[in-house]
């Protein structure tokens, strides 16, 4: 499948239709606005906004400044501006900038105030065990401070004390060991006393001005703050007030303004004359007769002109996948974005990854336990609510992806796990254990031999199991290069790039060439031409492909003939990620089962060493899987057919939530 076929035009029409017009695009929000090619400046000039720009974009930093300040309140109206007078208009009538910064500075002082109060009563509430008055402690020749610390640091302290400040000095021990100790300095001992608590890495508190028992400044502290919390909610319930007054006019006309401060910004990229405008830009080629109809239907005399022929320029990329497909997309863009006149993987790459996956992960436990995690992540991300998952890992995990991409993530791992579930019914695998023959027996499955005794389908740790899967892997890689290769040649073929067919049709060849010959000695075939005619022609599809490499791709490109083979067999990987799962599940489950008869202690020893070591299992299952199955795509596939480096499609627009389009769209068709 392709991106979307992009189409370069140039939108002309009245140059008092200018603001109508971007308001249209605007509103479609299907065409990515570039600036005016150079072969049409020789009769057109730029324009800036001036001061209509300068104008939105104060008003603008007004509004915001207003509507950060304003307590949120839910909208559930959307307001329509008919023209940027009108917007103007609407926004200088907000006229609360300063009884809002009055009320904002109140609060944020109030609440300074409120802190220092706190961090006070916290400091005397350290003061609790001295019963004098704190008045005492208001000296013109020494400081008081306050310190907390264990006991064994505390000895050390006062020895300390001895030999330097001689101080006065009383403590108080808590109930958990930690010692309170009100010290005071005099003023020609502060170096000295400074030295001492960095040497001992100690933190203490000087004590300001204060009267009366602690205590009594406690509760004095206390009223203080009630009554400074009054204060900062009455404040609150003003700024309340005007948010339910004006909130609904600000978060709508912040809305506009944002959107015509685009439109200002984009005049950079137009072209005027005294009486027309032009605009180009790329538009999806299935939204044109939309556009087309956008513009007859909200001005006049406007006409689309097609300025780009095909391979002239480098549109933008526009992936369009079927909706079941699209977190697949996240994965191909991780990689590169196509560009746009080549094959877009994702569907590709969306059927192939969870049948990899699933396949290097062969566990029922496993994979149950995956999609588990999977439905929770996604219900998460999609609906929030409650989690038991700790704030600090919540925290680490966004440090990877935002939520958004976590959904993503577990959109692609819901059929991967399933998939995982079904090959390990298969390969009779329950977290390294074997139940499959237990639930045929149930069934009525009485035979000593096959399926009914082994319980799997296929096992992957017999020798035959081992060469069947290694023969399906090595077909997959011959399978997974071929169609490389042909979209290869699908890709040159949209391009118009013989030389590229013959290069891609040549590697074809060479590939299934080598295959057969070695299919052949699989099977212990005669190599010899003379005794087995095939074999010529195996060695005959080599000399041609190297023919058509060379006439295609040039000389040089046949030094990729030792990573070609490379990479039909880094497919076995598949197996081999496969059985160090199931054998280390397995050497898990022994050493377990193996500690059950030594008594109870070790029993438990037995336990951990399941518990820990099928999660370490598990961890590598989850995280293997995934980074070798998307290798496969991204190397051994991609390198085959893809080029990226693609150019994002950015449409001219944004979304609407609080204000309406200004102009009327037809719908698409």
């Known amino acids: 499948m392709r991106p979307a076929k992009m189409v370069k035009v140039a939108v002309v029409g009245l140059r008092r239709n200018s603001h109508t017009i971007l308001s249209v695009l605007h509103d479609l929000g299907a065409v990515q606005v570039e600036p005016v090619s150079g072969d049409a400046l020789g009769f057109l000039k730029k324009e800036v906004g001036g001061q209509p720009m300068r104008e939105v974009s104060d008003e603008l930093l007004r509004i915001r400044s207003i509507k950060s300040a304003l307590p949120p309140l839910p909208v559930t109206s959307r307001r329509k501006f008919s023209s940027i007078t009108e917007l103007l208009d609407a926004s200088k009538s907000i006229n609360i900038d300063g009884e809002v910064k009055d009320l904002q500075t109140r ?38 401070f306050v310190g907390e610390m264990d006991e064994e640091v505390f000895a050390r302290f006062i020895e300390e004390l001895k030999n330097t400040l001689g101080s006065y000095l009383e403590s108080h021990t808590s109930s958990n060991g930690r010692v309170t100790v009100l010290l005071v300095v005099p003023t020609d001992k502060l170096s000295v006393f400074g030295s001492v608590i960095q040497k001992m890495n100690l933190r203490f508190e000087r004590i300001p001005q204060l009267s009366g028992t602690p205590k009594q400044v406690l509760e004095n502290l206390e009223r203080q703050q009630r009554e400074l919390k009054a204060e900062v909610e009455k404040l609150r319930g003003e700024l309340q007030s005007l948010s339910a007054k004006y909130y609904v006019d ?56 097609f300025t780009s022929e095909p391979g002239h320029e480098t549109p933008p990329t526009l992936m369009e996948n079927p909706r079941p497909f699209k977190p697949f997309e996240a994965f191909v863009r991780f990689y590169s974005l196509p560009q746009a006149e080549e094959v877009d993987p994702t569907i590709i790459y969306s059927l192939i990854f969870p049948v990899f996956f699933g396949l290097m992960l062969g566990d029922v436990g496993y994979g149950v336990l995956i999609l588990l995690i999977a439905l929770w992540i996604k219900r998460y991300t999609e609906h929030g609510g409650h989690t038991i998952v700790p704030k600090g890992l919540r925290v680490f995990a966004k440090t990877f992806f935002r939520p958004s991409g976590w959904a993503k993530l577990s959109r692609a791992l819901i059929p991967a796990s399933i998939i995982a579930i079904i090959f390990g019914f298969l390969f009779n695998e ?37 060469k069947k899967l290694l023969l399906v892997s090595g077909y997959v890689g011959l399978g997974m290069v071929t169609l490389g290769f042909v979209l290869g040649i699908v890709d040159a073929y949209w391009e118009r790039k013989p030389r590229h067919i013959l290069g891609k049709a040549g590697w074809l060849s060479v590939v299934w060439g080598i295959a057969l010959l070695g299919l052949g000695l699989l099977h212990q075939k005669p190599l010899n031409p003379a005794a087995n005619p095939l074999v010529g022609g195996y060695i005959g599809m080599i000399v041609l492909g190297v023919v058509l490499v060379v006439v295609g791709e040039g000389g040089q490109a046949v030094i990729e003939l030792p990573s070609l083979i490379s990479h039909v067999l880094s497919y076995t990987r598949l197996v081999g990620i496969l059985l160090s799962s199931i054998i280390l599940a397995e050497v898990i489950n022994t050493v377990f089962l193996g500690t059950l008869s030594g008594g109870v202690a070790s ?67």
């Open 250 to 305: 600000v978060v709508c006309v912040e809305e506009q303004l944002a959107i015509e401060s685009r439109k200002l910004e984009v005049l950079e990229n137009l072209g005027f004359t005294d009486s027309l405008v032009v605009i180009e830009g790329w538009v999806p080629e299935r939204r044109l007769k939309q556009l087309r109809l956008a513009l007859d239907r909200n001005t006049e005399n406007t006409t689309l002109v």
């Open 603 to 669: 029993a438990v020893y037995g336990v951990v060493i399941l518990v820990f070591g099928q999660a370490f299992n598990f961890v590598l299952g989850l995280f293997e899987p995934g980074i070798q199955g998307a290798r496969l795509l991204y190397v051994e596939f991609f390198s085959k057919f893809y080029r990226g480096n693609g150019k994002p499609f950015r449409p001219f627009g944004s979304r609407r939530v609080y204000t309406q389009n200004e102009v009327e769209i037809p719908e698409a068709r």
């Open 107 to 144: 609060i944020e002082e109030y609440e300074s105030k409120l802190e220092n109060l706190r961090d006070l009563a916290s400091l005397v509430g350290k003061l609790s065990f001295v019963e004098v008055d704190l008045a005492n402690l208001n000296l013109k020749s020494a400081s008081s």
């Open 430 to 466: 329950y977290f390294g254990f074997h139940f499959n023959q237990y639930l045929y027996q149930a069934l009525g499955c009485r035979s000593t031999s096959g399926v009914c005794a082994t319980g799997a389908v296929l096992d992957p740790t017999t020798s035959f199991g081992l």
